[in-house]
């Protein structure tokens, strides 16, 4: 593809040529063993996601918009089309909030990775390792694209998950449908053109942030369905005159350092990276969660001991915690709990914990809870890591006039903090059992582990069957 002028080399066709030509043997063993570990937690997040109301409710509306389909959706027992059921999979695997997140980035890469992954291998009957493979690639390109921004699509309001999945979905799809380099080049030319996603969800708890891999998948998919077909892109949709960063950053787009979106491929494996998550609550307040807990276990603190409490987070997180603060403070539902500082401290704090049981309506109507998170504050960590890592602190003062601290530097689930592998199924199994029940679960787990055996088709009929009864 001929060269339009912008800074040499081109990383649309860098990354390209590093999806096409990517062989399983070219992947260290350690990488590939993480890969579907990352992917078996992803899909345990996906079975607990799919006993929930967005679930079903997604699920109905996309058989209205366009019927059924021969397409696989994880643990509901159902078919859609395949770009609706790649969409409904992004959206279980993201939906709860609990699946794994590119620290330097700030993305959801298995959620934006996977399902056009998935949904390509089923309907190629693709081998297994030809799945995984493509996955790989495509969670190279996600992170890529948020380790270039550098935060900057959200300091503008964009979330970046939502933005960085259009490209990674298409080099998983193309990958599997046979596409070249240049034609993979041409489909992230495409994906420029329709790459978005709001935050304003934030304001009010509203679903859009589910649905926003999922979008994602459809649109890689199709972007690489008709560059496959011919279909030209353009040729610099990353750094452009008129590329993603200066779309969507602006001014803030001349710090972009482009190296970074093909830098290392092959060498430096950012899936490594990905972290994976012990609380099913944004990433910005896991550290927030653990200094709680540690504040309560230490000191013996009770609800009613505690006077204030500040949380402390990067500044520029602040407002995505704490605003509008009477939703902040009370949250009328889950996903408006899952952003919330004051809720996390208070949930900490006050129990000691943080699982989807803490989720769930009457929980969220704890005394103890709400009290505590009409006391709690935020103010700027002087010390934080972020974005390489989401640190977070909680200071609490009591009653009786005694301070104390705690503090996370590095979230656990990331960096040296990173949960092992045996973690992860034990995280798989916790989600995944009370869903489908120990036995599915079971096989599902030795499905996923097992991937490189296994065809596409052989793969999905053992992630699609719900729980018996389930009405799905």
């Given at each position: 593809?001929?060269?339009?002028?912008?800074?040499?080399?081109?990383?649309?066709?860098?990354?390209?040529?590093?999806?096409?030509e990517l062989r399983?043997?070219?992947?260290?063993?350690?990488?590939?063993?993480?890969?579907?570990?990352?992917?078996?937690?992803?899909?345990?997040?996906?079975?607990?996601?799919?006993?929930?109301?967005?679930?079903?409710v997604m699920l109905?509306?996309?058989?209205?918009?366009?019927?059924?389909?021969?397409?696989?959706?994880?643990?509901?027992?159902?078919?859609?089309?395949?770009?609706?059921?790649?969409?409904?999979?992004?959206?279980?695997?993201?939906?709860?909030?609990?699946?794994?997140?590119?620290?330097?980035?700030?993305?959801?890469?298995?959620?934006?990775?996977?399902?056009?992954?998935?949904?390509?291998?089923?309907?190629?009957?693709?081998?297994?390792?030809?799945?995984?493979?493509?996955?790989?690639?495509?969670?190279?390109?996600?992170?890529?694209?948020?380790?270039?921004?550098?935060?900057?699509?959200?300091?503008?309001?964009?979330?970046?998950?939502?933005?960085?999945?259009?490209?990674?979905?298409?080099?998983?799809?193309?990958?599997?449908?046979?596409?070249?380099?240049?034609?993979?080049?041409?489909?992230?030319?495409?994906?420029?053109?329709?790459?978005?996603?709001?935050?304003?969800?934030?304001?009010?708890?509203?679903?859009?942030?589910?649905?926003?891999?999922?979008?994602?998948?459809?649109a890689g998919i199709?972007?690489?369905?008709?560059?496959?077909?011919?279909?030209?892109?353009?040729?610099?949709?990353?750094?452009?005159?008129?590329?993603?960063?200066?779309?969507?950053?602006?001014?803030?787009?001349?710090?972009?350092?482009?190296?970074?979106?093909?830098?290392?491929?092959?060498?430096?494996?950012?899936?490594?990276?990905?972290?994976?998550?012990?609380?099913?609550?944004?990433?910005?307040?896991?550290?927030?969660?653990?200094?709680?807990?540690?504040?309560?276990?230490?000191?013996?603190?009770?609800?009613?001991?505690?006077?204030?409490?500040?949380?402390?987070?990067?500044?520029?997180?602040?407002?995505?915690?704490?605003?509008?603060?009477?939703?902040?403070?009370?949250?009328?539902?889950?996903?408006?709990?899952?952003?919330?500082?004051?809720?996390?401290?208070?949930?900490?704090?006050?129990?000691?914990?943080?699982?989807?049981?803490?989720?769930?309506?009457?929980?969220?109507?704890?005394?103890?809870?709400?009290?505590?998170?009409?006391?709690?504050?935020?103010?700027?960590?002087?010390?934080?890591?972020?974005?390489?890592?989401?640190?977070?602190?909680?200071?609490?003062?009591?009653?009786?006039?005694?301070?104390?601290?705690?503090?996370?530097?590095?979230?656990?689930?990331?960096?040296?903090?990173?949960?092992?592998?045996?973690?992860?199924?034990?995280?798989?199994?916790?989600?995944?059992?009370?869903?489908?029940?120990?036995?599915?679960?079971?096989?599902?787990?030795?499905?996923?582990?097992?991937?490189?055996?296994?065809?596409?088709?052989?793969?999905?009929?053992?992630?699609?069957?719900?729980?018996?009864?389930?009405?799905?």
């Amino acid at each position: 593809m001929p060269d339009s002028g912008g800074p040499a080399p081109n990383p649309a066709e860098r990354l390209a040529a590093f999806a096409a030509e990517l062989r399983a043997g070219d992947v260290p063993a350690a990488v590939r063993e993480r890969a579907r570990h990352l992917i078996l937690d992803a899909l345990g997040v996906a079975a607990a996601s799919s006993r929930q109301e967005f679930a079903r409710v997604m699920l109905e509306g996309f058989r209205a918009a366009g019927g059924g389909g021969g397409s696989g959706v994880v643990a509901m027992g159902a078919r859609l089309s395949l770009r609706d059921a790649a969409a409904l999979n992004a959206a279980l695997i993201h939906g709860l909030d609990f699946d794994d997140t590119h620290p330097g980035a700030v993305v959801h890469c298995t959620a934006v990775s996977l399902p056009a992954a998935l949904a390509l291998g089923e309907e190629r009957d693709a081998p297994g390792a030809e799945i995984l493979t493509a996955y790989i690639a495509a969670m190279e390109c996600a992170a890529r694209i948020g380790l270039a921004a550098d935060y900057g699509f959200h300091r503008r309001g964009f979330h970046a998950t939502g933005i960085a999945g259009h490209f990674s979905s298409a080099l998983a799809a193309g990958r599997l449908m046979g596409l070249d380099a240049p034609a993979l080049a041409s489909a992230q030319g495409v994906c420029v053109s329709t790459a978005a996603a709001s935050r304003e969800f934030w304001s009010d708890g509203a679903w859009n942030k589910r649905l926003h891999p999922g979008w994602a998948a459809q649109a890689g998919i199709t972007a690489a369905g008709l560059a496959g077909a011919g279909f030209k892109g353009c040729e610099r949709p990353y750094d452009g005159r008129f590329g993603l960063f200066r779309m969507l950053m602006g001014e803030e787009a001349d710090g972009v350092d482009y190296a970074l979106l093909a830098g290392g491929l092959g060498e430096r494996w950012e899936l490594l990276e990905s972290a994976v998550k012990p609380f099913p609550t944004c990433h910005y307040t896991h550290a927030i969660i653990d200094s709680a807990i540690a504040l309560r276990r230490d000191h013996g603190l009770e609800p009613d001991d505690i006077a204030r409490i500040t949380v402390l987070v990067h500044e520029d997180l602040i407002a995505a915690l704490m605003e509008p603060e009477a939703l902040k403070r009370s949250p009328p539902e889950d996903y408006a709990a899952r952003f919330s500082a004051p809720w996390a401290a208070a949930c900490g704090l006050a129990l000691g914990r943080l699982g989807l049981a803490e989720l769930e309506p009457e929980a969220l109507q704890d005394p103890r809870v709400l009290a505590l998170a009409a006391r709690a504050g935020c103010r700027p960590d002087p010390d934080s890591l972020f974005p390489r890592y989401f640190s977070a602190g909680v200071e609490v003062e009591t009653r009786s006039g005694a301070r104390f601290r705690h503090h996370e530097a590095v979230n656990r689930g990331a960096g040296d903090r990173a949960l092992s592998n045996a973690e992860i199924v034990e995280k798989f199994h916790a989600n995944a059992a009370p869903a489908l029940g120990e036995a599915r679960a079971g096989a599902m787990a030795a499905h996923v582990l097992d991937m490189e055996g296994l065809t596409g088709r052989e793969l999905m009929e053992g992630l699609i069957p719900a729980a018996p009864g389930c009405g799905l």
